[in-house]
């Protein structure tokens, strides 16, 4: 567990860390959360929210949705996107004439990137799962 | 007993219509097929006997995880059989017989056959397979050399599975807290599939 002097140290660094200053660091950054929209909180995403709000319901029985029953609907409908996104990409890159080590290459590589995401989302669904 | 005929022996279980609009289409690539993943997801769900939202939520959770392993151990099979190919495709050629032009003869006009006939014919394969070995090249040689040439992409796979494996762990203790009756169902259910997901992955589906 962290002592107290160590947490006020991580709060002192983490108001240091301000993300990219120049403007064309700020640019990138701000396209990284277009180019999959996987960067994007989905509780955020319009496209989710029905989705989000009939499984928070369903997870509380229609009764009051409370914050972490949000919060694993949210993680839930993430995995679930992401699932489709790791079959679209199985599609894309190895399901096609290319060799095999070719197409091995490029889908290992995409889900390199994608693996940090699911991660997240799992994470955060076993933290709500616990606290509800 | 193969996971598609232990399917067809069980009832079939689904989430209600509400979750399962929310749970959507299942992620399926290439030429998995809709009912084999349901009945997949029938055969955890009817072990388990879900009663609440959060025992489907996990169940459909296992059961996407027992599906990705499952679907990296073919594809590793299938990386193992390309370099395999790849090994006989150039020891085949020591089985050319004696003389400088036989021997370019049979590189150039019969060496690609017989490597079709030791893909495709069993019977053929047997023989190649034994003449082979009789030049010093056994069968397991075959698959060594097959394995060291896949090694990166077999271990990427490899770490890969161990991922799912460690998740799908995770959220059995997760339904372990959430429900014990849940755990011990979800605990039984998944030692069959992970059996059945080593016979699908070595039959190559």
Known sequence: MSSDRQIAANRINAKKSTGPRSKAGREVSRRNARRHGLAIDIGNDPVFHDDIEKLARALSGDAHVSEHVRETAEAEIDLLRIRKIRAWLYDTHYFTDAALPNRLTELNESFAKLERYERRAFSRRKRALRAM | ?205
């Open chain 2, 1 to 205: 007993m193969s996971m598609s005929s232990a399917v067809s022996e069980v009832s079939v279980f689904k989430p209600t219509n509400e979750l399962s609009e929310v749970f959507g289409e299942p992620a399926l690539v290439g030429l998995e097929k809709r009912e084999v993943y349901d009945g997949f997801l029938s055969l955890i769900a009817s072990a388990i006997k879900p009663t609440d939202p959060i025992g489907w939520l996990l169940t459909k959770d296992v059961t996407d995880l027992s599906w990705d392993i499952r679907r990296e151990r073919i594809i590793k099979v299938e990386i193992i059989k390309y370099y395999q190919k790849e090994v006989v495709a150039e020891l085949i050629k020591s089985l050319a017989p004696p003389g400088q032009f036989m021997t370019a003869m049979y590189r150039i006009f019969q060496a690609d056959d017989d490597l079709t006939l030791w893909e495709t014919d069993p019977e053929a394969r047997v023989k190649i397979d034994e003449a082979l070995a009789a030049k010093g090249h056994s069968t397991s040689a075959v698959l060594a050399r097959a394995y060291m040439r896949g090694a990166t992409q077999i271990d990427t796979i490899d770490k890969r599975i161990a991922v799912y494996e460690r998740r799908r762990d995770t959220t059995l203790s997760e339904a372990g807290l959430w429900n014990d009756r849940l755990r011990q169902q979800l605990d039984q259910a998944t030692t069959a599939i992970i059996e059945g997901e080593f016979t699908e992955a070595a039959e190559g589906d």
